[in-house]
């Protein structure tokens, strides 16, 4: 009895994955959701779904990433994000200098930090409001959200090194990781290095023409004593072919914020109350620095990945002095 009990599981999960997987090709969001309570019906696949969702809330993710993506599609990003910070957030806050403010709003910029939290592209995306803007992100997110796509320069991340996110975000990691792999073919580790170096010389290009950058040289990590060179490969880029007007940088910092914060604010009522009493004493927090002008002999001298090292160095000092900042909202 065991053993056709197990085939038809199996045969209903390879089902669901292959429908799941239709849905996301398409950037369909909404069947995405539909199609996920539709299948916590089903005998043992339901049961299956359950014990993801404990480890990890994809439930709350899909019902949030819905409105998310239409809200995106009729106000922009910006518009989008401060309704998702507002909403489902609530306690947040940013540092935001006058001068800072201005370069966001107009001016070609490189915006650079940390990225503790699936937060993090709200809280920056929340004060840049251009048609320009774009953001050097995780592939899956523009079939997630397609109304992302327009605003992304998509770049591979090494999901198939589950050892590596098992220890960089612990089991829930793995659950998301698990869940992406699914729902697309991972590309080969060249075709891969081929997607991000295009992406990469997008961004250079998108600069260059007088626009506005996101990127995390952290990337997805809990640890900031690394960062990958792309930051460098970018800013390199900028100078090796400079544009008409000067290129500002811009460094910010998120605090108070972790994946862990955020499965909690999206589980349930009775967790997320508990995450909106935890961030009323101590608010999500996006602090930016005031912007530098960006050095092109700085950025000649050594490789990528040295110029990386370097702005990670100096990232750490600018905000080690929290005074040294105007504090705004």
């Not at 090494?158 to 729902?183: A, F, H, M, N, T």
Request: hydrophobic content about 45%; proline content about 6%.
């Amino acid at each position: 009895m065991t053993r056709p009990l197990r085939v038809g599981f199996y045969q209903r999960w390879k089902a669901l994955l292959a429908q799941l997987r239709r849905a996301y090709e398409q950037g369909d969001v909404s069947s995405l959701r539909t199609l996920w309570y539709q299948a916590l019906r089903e005998p043992g696949v339901g049961w299956a779904l359950r014990v993801f969702n404990r480890i990890y809330p994809l439930q709350g993710v899909l019902d949030i990433a819905e409105e998310l993506d239409k809200r995106m599609a009729e106000h922009g990003l910006a518009q989008a994000s401060r309704w998702l910070l507002d909403e489902h957030v609530v306690h947040w806050r940013s540092e935001l200098p006058a001068e800072t403010r201005v370069v966001l709003s107009q001016e070609p910029v490189v915006i650079y930090g940390n990225h503790p939290s699936f937060l993090t592209l709200f809280l920056v995306a929340a004060h840049v409001d251009r048609p320009d803007f774009r953001v050097v992100a995780a592939s899956f997110l523009e079939r997630f959200l397609p109304s992302f796509a327009p605003y992304a320069f998509p770049v591979e991340l090494p999901v198939s090194d589950w050892w590596k996110q098992l220890w960089e975000g612990g089991l829930q990691r793995l659950i998301v990781v698990y869940w992406v792999s699914r729902l697309r073919p991972l590309p080969s580790r060249a075709r891969a290095k081929e997607l991000n170096r295009h992406a990469l010389a997008q961004s250079v290009e998108n600069v260059k023409r007088g626009g506005a950058l996101l990127i995390a040289p952290q990337g997805w990590s809990r640890s900031s004593r690394h960062w990958y060179p792309g930051l460098g490969v970018i800013l390199k880029g900028l100078v090796a072919q400079p544009s008409e007007r000067p290129v500002y940088l811009v460094a910010y910092r998120e605090e108070n914020t972790s994946d862990r914060l955020v499965r909690r604010l999206v589980e349930g009522r009775a967790e997320r109350q508990k995450a909106w009493e935890e961030l009323e004493k101590r608010p999500a927090t996006i602090r930016f620095a005031p912007p530098r002008l960006l050095d092109p002999a700085l950025i000649r001298e050594g490789t990528a990945a040295e110029v990386s090292e370097r702005l990670r160095v100096q990232y750490l000092e600018l905000f080690a002095d929290k005074r040294s900042l105007a504090r705004t909202r």
